[in-house]
Nanobody
Framework: QVQLVESGGGLVQPGGSLRLSCAAS????????MTWVRQAPGKGPEWVST???????WYADSVKGRFTISRDNAKNTLYLQMNSLKAEDTALYYC???????????WGQGTQVTVSS
């Protein structure tokens, strides 16, 4: 029933910016904390950022100060503004609904972000 669809990924040069979007359907979006998770080739998933139902945010140290998570409950959409991108940010980025801390019950298909000159 729950569907999450990410968009906005692509190829960007180091230092550039991208804004990822995650459109949610099939659930009451506003009552769930939402998370961005990324996975680089050959590596396990890495938590990036979370926004809870009250708008509080958390970030991984690797992206803090560069990325901003936000949500628009009226549009059932989650965003990730990514600035000052580095090659190390290259990964498949997933939108996920948080079930509990460190656990996610629904995932999108992912959107690829490639940072390269």
């Amino acid at each position: 029933q729950v569907q999450l669809v990410e968009s906005g990924g692509g190829l960007v040069q180091p230092g550039g910016s991208l804004r990822l979007s995650c459109a949610a359907s099939g659930s009451i979006f506003s009552i769930y904390a939402m998370t961005w998770v990324r996975q680089a080739p050959g590596k396990g998933p890495e938590w990036v950022s979370t926004i809870d139902t009250g708008g509080r945010t958390w970030y991984a140290d690797s992206v803090k100060g560069r990325f901003t998570i936000s949500r628009d409950n009226a549009k059932n959409t989650l965003y990730l503004q990514m600035n000052s991108l580095k090659a190390e940010d290259t990964a498949l980025y997933y939108c996920a609904r948080r079930k509990e801390v460190g656990s996610y019950d629904y995932w999108g298909q992912g959107t690829q972000v490639t940072v390269s000159s």
